[in-house]
């Protein structure tokens, strides 16, 4: 038996349902409904008895549709959620199941868990609008470009540089392995030297060469130590200071904020050299010439020496070069002006370390007898300059462009860079709070209270993470950070205050707050970085 129950469509398995509710017709009706195969139904059909047959019919034909399409959907979430449990699964013959899916009932216990999907990366979702502050619209919040791609890794642990090997000031000392290295070539060129002078020695002649290069290196920590000092005076966070293959580093995080004080900060170090080779000459003096200890004091006279002068050249990365860069300073007001002629300056230096070394040490200028042939000393001293040469020339390339990033800092507001966001409660579905964040134009939700108080903020990958046919039945909670004090920042920072907030505790997004501890908006990681990637792109 066949219905038609307005829809011209065989409907398998409801004729006996159908049959059985139909109120019986009269003989009438049963002619009427045989003469309706010869075209003549739709003149002769009548009687409220068949009318009622046929809407009870059509209206189990739309029941048995929507059943069987919230089946469908039924097995869909199922398969996406393989570790939620069975028990908390929504079932397609509860009444609930029959009505829209817009309206449907938040279950807490139907929650997935957030961690158990893997969440893109973030920063493949969204477009930066830095002339849009405050609100972004495209895409909308919720939708991904790309395809998931596993959670991002953890943020690995900061390098400490070496082996530690102590806190002076409160600043970790690091040697780096490299150190070793030289360490072992001095033990070897010196211990050369010794044989000539103290051929007596014998093999001890290396224990003593490398007690020279530790004496050698704890004269560059002095030196170091002098820069660590000043910037400390000057109220200039010193990271760390690392010993490494040529000499040492301090590694200082603020410039100074006036010309006097980098002119200061630079000089320390090589008047400290100085002063070290003046008191290793005085030392000479009470002792013998040719003994042991005669020949290491002459040795750390003459290497402090050449610490001092060699730091004093005017380019950078050497200390000469910032003194050089804080006189340009001083003169045009412009400290971008002085590192780039510092910088140029230390370029022209490595070219004239590269060629004039190895040719002033063949010509005998330095001391050495002159060379008419190549030999390995030849060789070596071309080595030696080339890589004098580079480090100069990368440490002139590297102060351009950390002079070029101070430059641009100022450009990276945090009130700028906001999402416009929309606070909804804990229990809100993530389809309904992503069609008011949608509505409103916002780019982010933050999870509040009955009292309007933030409490997290919902992670913008695990959002793109649940499919969208699991978004209704999915609370915002789930998928929330809960927020830390770290993770409050004021809408007025900005620069290098506003990086040093995102390192001291980091997270994909933070809450931007006014100073009056109203909400302002969420601030995403991702958009500092393509900011920040943006303004170093432009020119200086």
Known sequence: MVESGGSGRPRPGSE??????????PPAASEETTAEVDGTSAERQAGPAKETADERAEKR????????????????????QETERAGTDRQATEPAATEPAGKAETRPGSTPDPTARPTPDVHDLHDLHPDRPHAHSTPALGDAPTPAKGRRPPRPPESRGGLLMGRPFGVPVYVA???????????????G?????????????????????????????????????????????????????F???????????????????????????????GLFYLAMQTVEPGTVP?????????????????????????????????????????????TVAAAWVGRALAVSVLIGLPLLTQSGALGAQAEDSVGMDTVLDALLAAILAAIIWTGAGNSLRMAR?????????????????????????????????????????????A????????????????????????????????????????AELAGEDLLDALRATPATEYLVVEETGEIYGVLSAADVERAFVKAMARPS
């Open 16 to 25: 006996e349902s159908a049959e059985h509710h139909a109120t019986p017709a």
């Open 61 to 80: 034909a739309d029941e048995t549709a929507r059943e069987e399409r919230q089946d469908s959907e039924g097995r869909a979430a199922q398969e996406a």
């Open 177 to 191: 392995p490299s150190w070793f290295l030289v360490a072992a070539l001095i033990t070897w060129v010196f211990g």
């Open 193 to 245: 030297q010794l044989d000539r002078v103290l051929p007596e020695l014998g093999a001890a002649r290396y224990l003593v060469a490398l007690f020279f290069a530790v004496a050698f290196y704890a004269s560059v920590l002095v030196h170091e130590l002098a820069h660590t000092i000043a910037a400390l005076r000057f109220k200039l966070p010193v990271r760390r200071i690392q010993l490494q293959f």
């Open 247 to 277: 000499g040492g580093v301090s590694e200082i995080e603020k410039e100074a904020e006036t010309p006097g004080r980098e002119f200061v900060l630079a000089f320390v170090g090589p008047l400290l050299s100085l002063a070290l080779a």
């Open 294 to 338: 005669g020949v290491l004091l002459a040795g750390l006279m003459v290497s402090n020496l050449i610490v001092a002068v060699f730091n004093l050249l005017p380019g950078l990365p050497l200390d000469g070069g910032r003194m050089l860069r804080a006189v340009v300073w001083k003169i045009t007001g412009k400290p971008m002006t002085g």
């Open 405 to 449: 990033l101070r430059e641009h800092l100022p450009d990276l507001r945090a009130r700028k860079l906001t999402r416009r966001a929309v606070p909804v409660e804990t229990n809100t579905p993530l389809s309904e709070a992503l069609r008011r964040a949608n509505d409103a134009g916002a780019r982010a939700l933050v999870v509040v209270d």
């Open 451 to 490: 009292h309007g108080e933030p409490l997290s903020l919902v992670r913008e990958a695990a959002i793109v993470g649940v499919p969208e046919h699991r978004r209704p039945w999915v609370a915002v909670s789930g998928l929330a950070q809960d927020l830390t004090e770290g993770m409050r920042v004021s």
